[in-house]
């Protein structure tokens, strides 16, 4: 099984920064896209940032040049930079992966999450 852990939300005022983490664990094979995705309250979940293991990034239009994605590959961890954060990204944040496991000789690929971090951002 793999799992993600989440790590670093919390109370911030605006235009503070806050550093999330995610690190996933277990029979990992490989890890392919990695990424943020977050839910206000009353709202779909969305995608915040992603990363490729090659370092290629894609950002929702409301968090670009804000927000940075980063990932550590010998570590299976991505982490989000946010900075000047604005009331509007209160949400909870969740980490994704899509994940190669390896079971004998079959490969197969899934999406996991994380379990969610809030973060709130104060006016």
């Known amino acids: 099984q793999v799992q993600l852990v989440e790590f670093g939300g919390g109370l911030v005022q605006a235009g503070g920064s806050l550093r999330l983490s995610c690190v996933a664990s277990?029979?990992?094979?490989?890890?392919?896209?990695m990424g943020w995705y977050r839910q206000a309250p009353g709202k779909q979940r969305e995608l915040v940032a992603v990363?490729?293991?090659?370092?290629?990034?894609n950002y929702a239009d409301s968090v670009k040049g804000r927000f940075t994605v980063s990932r550590d590959n010998a570590k299976n961890t991505v982490y989000l930079q946010m900075n000047s954060l604005k009331p509007e990204d209160t949400a909870v944040y969740f980490c994704?992966?899509?994940?190669?496991?390896?079971?004998?000789?079959?490969?197969?690929?899934?999406?996991?999450w994380g379990q969610g971090t809030q973060v709130t951002v104060s006016s």
């Open positions: 277990g029979t990992i094979f490989s890890i392919d896209d």
């Open positions: 990363i490729t293991p090659g370092g290629s990034t």
């Open positions: 994704n992966a899509v994940v190669v496991v390896r079971s004998g000789s079959y490969y197969g690929s899934s999406d996991y």
